[in-house]
C-alpha cells in the first residue's frame, strides 16, 4: 500500500525527455510557466497545445500516468472554469435563466483558463514524470549554483533533498511496520469516528518521530565516520551533460516565446 | 614484532552528565594485519572505544594514535580516511539514493576526481560481490547487502582499518556469515587490519585476538583459547559463552575429558568422532 505513494511518480523510459539533460528541463519548465500567460487569444493557445502535446508525443509516456497527474487537480479546473462563466459581467449576453446570467466573455475566459491550467499541470507532470528526484536535485543544485555567492546553502539544500528522498522508502517501511504493531494492540485506524480516527495517529507518530530522530543522529555520525565535512573541497560523482537535443529544445522555446509575443492580441 | 597500527595510552573518556568514566585508563596497542576482537556487555565501553578511534569523540586525557599520526581536531580527516567504520544499523549508514552513489559518498567527501572515482566505486563494489546492484535502491536490498555495500563504501577510500562496530547484529545469520566472509576474504587479500567490536562471542571466536572489556576497563586481554578458558567469569561478565565452548564444558563436566576448548563446532566435532578410538 505504501510502495503506491512514493512520490515523484518517475516512469523509466528511454525517450528524447528523458534523455535530456535535467538542467535543461527544469529551464524549459520554468520559461513554460512564465510564458503560457503570454496567451490570450485562440491562435496562441492552439500554439500552446501543440507545443504541449508534441512534447508529451516525444516523452513516451502513457497516457493513463498523465490522467493519474491529472485526476486530482481536475475539479479545480472544473471549478475555475464554473467561476469564470458565471461570474465574468462582459460581452454580450448569451444564456439567460433567472438570477444565472451567462455572457460571451465569460465562457471565452473560462475556457481559456481552464486550457492554461491543463498545459500547465501537464508540462509539469512531464517533469516529474521523466526525470528520476535525484537527477531534479542534481539540476536544481547546478542551476542554483550562483546563489552560493549571496550566501544560499545550495550544496547543503541538495544534500538535504537527496537524503529526504532516500529515505522515504525506508521511513514508509517503517510507518507500516509501527502501524501493524498498533493494529495488533488494538489500535484502529480504518475505522470509527474521524475524531477517533485522528486520535489514532498520535501513536503512529510519536514512535516513528522518535525513531527518525535517532536515524538522524546515527546518519550524521556515519558521515561524518566517511569524511563529510560540508561541501568545501567535494567532488561529485554525478555527471549532467548538456547536448546538443537540450540546446535545440531551449530554441524551439525561444521561437515559440517570439511567436507567442506575435500572435498575441 | 610487528608493528602497533593503533595505540591507546592511558585512554579516560566521560560522556557529558555522567558520573562515572566510560573508558578508564585504558592502555594496548593493535597490530598490523591482525583480526581483534573487543567484546564486553552493553555498557562496558566498547562502542566508545570505535568512537574515539576515529575521532568522533575526543578522550579526556591519555593518547591515541592510528597509523603512527598522533589523534587530534587537526589530524581526525586523515585519519578517518585509513580507519573506515562499519556501523550497527544497515539503513542509517545508507547516505546514497542508489548502491554507487552511497559507495561514491565517501569519495566525494576526500576530493577523489571523478575518473578515479568510477574505477574505485566498481571495483569496491566488485570485491564486497554487490557489483550487480549499482543502481540498486537501498530498500530493495537485505540488511546483509547494505552492510556489504558499506564495506565496499569503507574501501573504496583504500583504509588500512576497517572498524566492525557491531556491523552483524542486526543481520539474520545469513547476512552475518556474508558480511563476515566478506571482511575476512578483504582481510586476507590486502592485508587489512580488522577492529571488531562485539557482543557476540561466536564472532570473536574466529578472531586472532580478543579483547574483554568491563566497566570501561580492559578486563582480559588474550588469543580466543584464553578467553574461553575464563567459562564462568565471562558469563559473570554478562557474555553468551559459544555452543561448542559450552558443549565441551558439559563433557568434561561429565567425566570425559576434552584436550581442549574448542572454538569451533567442526573441530569439536572432529575431537568427538576421533575420541572412541583414542580410549
Excluded at chain 1, 537527477?135 to 550544496?155: A, N, S, Y
Excluded at chain 2, 569496491?124 to 540488511?143: R, T
Aim: glycine share 6%.
Amino acid at each position: 500500500m505504501m510502495e503506491k505513494m512514493i512520490i515523484g511518480r518517475y516512469v523509466p523510459a528511454d525517450s528524447l525527455i528523458h534523455r535530456l539533460d535535467p538542467r535543461s528541463k527544469l529551464i524549459i519548465i520554468f520559461l513554460f510557466v512564465c510564458i503560457i500567460f503570454l496567451a490570450n487569444n485562440f491562435f496562441t493557445y492552439i500554439l500552446i497545445g501543440i507545443y504541449t502535446i508534441l512534447m508529451l508525443g516525444l516523452s513516451r509516456i502513457p497516457v493513463r500516468f498523465l490522467y493519474a497527474g491529472l485526476k486530482p487537480v481536475l475539479w479545480l479546473v472544473l471549478f475555475t472554469l464554473l467561476l469564470q462563466v458565471f461570474f465574468t459581467k462582459e460581452g454580450s449576453l448569451l444564456y439567460e435563466l433567472g438570477p444565472i446570467k451567462i455572457y460571451e466573455e465569460g465562457v471565452r475566459q473560462g475556457i481559456f483558463i481552464s486550457m492554461r491550467f491543463f498545459f500547465l499541470i501537464l508540462m509539469t507532470s512531464l517533469l516529474t514524470l521523466t526525470t528520476t528526484p535525484i537527477e531534479i536535485t542534481d539540476g536544481l543544485e547546478t542551476l542554483l549554483h550562483p546563489l552560493k555567492k549571496v550566501r544560499f546553502p545550495v550544496h547543503e539544500m541538495a544534500l538535504m533533498m537527496s537524503i529526504s528522498l532516500r529515505f522515504i522508502p525506508t521511513l514508509m517501511q517503517e510507518t507500516d511496520k509501527i502501524m501493524k504493531a498498533q493494529i495488533a494492540r488494538g489500535v484502529e485506524f480504518s475505522s470509527g469516528p474521524i475524531k477517533e480516527r485522528i486520535k489514532a495517529v498520535i501513536p503512529l507518530l510519536i514512535p516513528l518521530f522518535v525513531s527518525s530522530f535517532k536515524r538522524a543522529e546515527e546518519l550524521a555520525i556515519a558521515m561524518e565516520a566517511r569524511g563529510y565535512r560540508g561541501g568545501e573541497g567535494r567532488t561529485k560523482y554525478r555527471l549532467l551533460s548538456w547536448k546538443l537535443a537540450d540546446t535545440l529544445q531551449l530554441l524551439i522555446l525561444v521561437v515559440l516565446t517570439i511567436l507567442l509575443i506575435l500572435l498575441r492580441s | 614484532m610487528r608493528e602497533a597500527v593503533v595505540s591507546l595510552r592511558n585512554v579516560s573518556f566521560q560522556y557529558e552528565n555522567q558520573s562515572s568514566y566510560a573508558l578508564q585508563n585504558v592502555t594496548f596497542d593493535i597490530f598490523e594485519g591482525e583480526w581483534l576482537a573487543i567484546v564486553g556487555h552493553n555498557g562496558s565501553g566498547k562502542s566508545t572505544m570505535a568512537k574515539l578511534l576515529n575521532g568522533l569523540q575526543f578522550p579526556q586525557s591519555g593518547e591515541i594514535s592510528v597509523c603512527g599520526i598522533q589523534l587530534n581536531e587537526e589530524s581526525i580527516w586523515d585519519i578517518r580516511k585509513k580507519l573506515g567504520m562499519v556501523f550497527q544499523n544497515p539503513d542509517n549508514q545508507f547516505v546514497g539514493t542508489t548502491v554507487q552513489d552511497d559507495v561514491a559518498f565517501g569519495l566525494e567527501n576526500h576530493g577523489v576526481p571523478r575518473n578515479d572515482m568510477i574505477f574505485r566505486v566498481e571495483d569496491s563494489l566488485k570485491k564486497v560481490n554487490m557489483d550487480q546492484f549499482l543502481n540498486q535502491e537501498p530498500h530493495h536490498l537485505s540488511g546483509g547487502q547494505k552492510q556489504r555495500v558499506a564495506i565496499a563504501g569503507v574501501l573504496a577510500l583504500r583504509p588500512s582499518i576497517i572498524i566492525l562496530d557491531e556491523a552483524t547484529s542486526m543481520l539474520d545469520p545469513k547476512g552475518r556469515g556474508e558480511v563476515l566472509e566478506t571482511v575476512r576474504t578483504l582481510k586476507n587479500e590486502k592485508s587489512l587490519t580488522v577492529i571488531s567490536i562485539t557482543h557476540d562471542l561466536e564472532e570473536a571466536a574466529k578472531a586472532d585476538r580478543i579483547i574483554v572489556m568491563n566497566q570501561g576497563e580492559v578486563y582480559r586481554e588474550g588469543t580466543p583459547e584464553d578467553i574461553f578458558s575464563m567459562d564462568d567469569e565471562l558469563v559473570r561478565l554478562g557474555l553468551d559463552i559459544p555452543f561448542s565452548i559450552k558443549m565441551s564444558n558439559a563433557f568434561r563436566q561429565k567425566g570425559i575429558d576434552l584436550s581442549k576448548h574448542y572454538l569451533s563446532e567442526e573441530e569439536l566435532v572432529n575431537e568427538l568422532w576421533t575420541f572412541r578410538s583414542k580410549i
